[in-house]
């Protein structure tokens, strides 16, 4: 049996949780996330981190250990625990430290890295990030700014997008990290098409939905009104949605971004495409402040991540709120599921070749 067949047939997920920053709330929310029995319920799980800092988590909120621990260089699916922490000894940042460090951004990498590898080789079913620092990857000399260039270079994925689960919203950004004037200078028909072609992949691959609705945000008020408050609808996003829909994606648009979000609570599309930042995150956050994830799509195996930071001002106070981090393994755990169960009736289908 191939190692594509056997992990077709083998029932178990197994998902990967790289640790953060070790100075930041990383080892608190994955530790507070996977010691709920409902969590850790439908998976194993292989946290890749320090141990020491993950003890010190879970005796600082007074949480009985309940995973087990082995070398980091021997990774496996079959480990007994149903969490095992891949420990990496061979840092050590002190419990004191509550910010940025060459020592945190070398280890944190390294999780990321290992993890990554661990995906494509088939050992883990998807990846879950807990946050890092990019100041700590920058003092490590890290040539990627953080996650999400990483794992483009590493799965070679020049084409990618980030992707936002909120409650029933599930927003893919057309630009993401840019100033807003700047975005008329970056705004292209491809970067408009590029994130709609992706969300329609992603819905079927990972969320089952066979033939997904997406709706396009507008980038002006009242979507440009014909073109009186600006041409960017009529010039940039309707060529994109119909190249778009040209290629077989049900896809329609533009909309006013005022609306489109309440539309797409109440059902009408299955995902949306966004224009910018804040058009939506202001969204994702009024409908699930606590519990929102990040997902990268685009890539060839499977990464959610909690909606926030290191947050090393509470780091270390036992008061972190890991309901996003909860949020991100299941979701981790559900697109696992889905992409399996849709492999497996292929490879049936295709009678095992």
């Given amino acids: 049996m191939d190692k594509f067949s056997h992990h077709i047939y083998d029932n178990k997920i197994v998902i990967g949780v790289t640790m953060g920053d070790p100075a930041g709330i990383g080892p608190e929310i994955v530790i507070k996330a996977l010691s709920d029995p409902l969590v850790r319920r439908d998976a ?24 087990g621990r082995h070398q980091h260089e021997k990774l496996s699916r079959d480990y007994p625990h149903n969490v095992m922490v891949a420990d990496y000894d061979d840092y050590s940042v002190p419990a004191y430290l509550k910010g940025p460090s060459r020592m945190s951004g070398e280890a944190s990498v390294r999780f990321c890295i290992d993890a990554i590898e661990a995906a ?51 927003i893919a950004l057309a630009t993401i990290h840019d100033a807003l004037f700047d975005v008329r200078n970056k705004f292209t028909i491809g970067r408009v098409f590029e994130p709609i072609d992706l969300l329609n992949d992603a819905l079927k691959e990972f969320f089952g939905i066979e033939k ?46 005022d609306t489109i979000f309440v539309r797409a609570m109440k059902g009408e599309f ?13 969204p994702v956050k009024l409908v699930a402040w606590d519990e929102a994830v990040n997902v990268t799509i685009g890539l060839k195996i499977i990464r959610t991540s909690p909606a926030h930071g290191t947050a090393f001002d509470i780091a270390g106070k036992g008061v972190a709120n890991a309901a996003s981090m909860k949020e991100a393994i299941k979701l981790a755990v559900d ?17 095992g070749q």
């Fill in 335 to 351: 697109m696992a599921k889905i992409r399996k169960a849709q492999r497996s009736r292929w490879y049936r289908k295709s009678g």
């Fill in 120 to 170: 494509k080789d088939g050992i883990i079913d998807g990846i879950v990030t807990a946050p890092i620092s990019k100041v700590s990857w920058k003092m490590a000399d890290a040539p990627w700014p953080g996650h999400t260039e990483l794992l483009g270079e590493k799965c070679k994925a020049p084409r990618r997008a980030m992707m936002f689960v909120a409650g029933p919203l599930k």
């Fill in 270 to 282: 299955d995902g949306v495409v966004a224009m910018y930042h804040d058009q939506a995150m202001i």
């Fill in 44 to 67: 194993k799980f292989i946290i890749f981190g320090m141990n020491e800092q993950l003890v010190y988590a879970a005796d600082q909120n007074e949480i009985e250990p309940f995973w």
């Fill in 212 to 257: 997904p609705h997406i709706g396009v945000a507008a980038l002006n008020p009242h979507a440009g009104e014909e073109g009186q408050f600006g041409d960017e609808e009529a010039r940039i996003i309707t060529p994109a949605i119909t190249m778009a829909q040209q290629g077989g994606i049900n896809v329609t648009g533009p909309y006013p971004a």
